[in-house]
């Protein structure tokens, strides 16, 4: 890992959100921004069935569960937009402003 780049990821609050293209629910055809979500379905108004939830790669929901095969790459653990990352940069820049 290059020690200049996590910290410059930092300063400017660079962050992998949890979107729908990383989560283990989530079924897309590939090359397709738009697929569908295997935990979310709703009642069709003109069919009598019900229907998985159409999704955007870009989309989120409250469900959101990392898919343990999702490529983060070497900074994913830290760029993963969660609580615990969200504290670190708190905690860094209360640190930094005390000096």
Not at 6 to 26: D, G, W
Request: one cysteine or more.
């Amino acid at each position: 890992m290059n020690e200049g780049k996590l910290p410059a990821y930092t300063r400017i609050n660079f962050r992998i959100m949890k979107v729908c293209v990383l989560c283990l629910h989530r079924s897309f055809r590939p090359g397709k921004a738009w697929g569908v979500c295997k935990e979310h379905d709703y009642k069709h108004t003109r069919h009598d069935e019900r229907r998985q939830l159409t999704i955007h790669v870009a989309g989120t929901c409250g469900d959101f569960k990392l898919d343990p095969d999702a490529r983060l790459g070497q900074y994913g653990d830290h760029l993963l937009d969660t609580a615990k990352r969200r504290k670190a940069i708190a905690d860094l820049k209360t640190s930094t402003l005390r000096k």
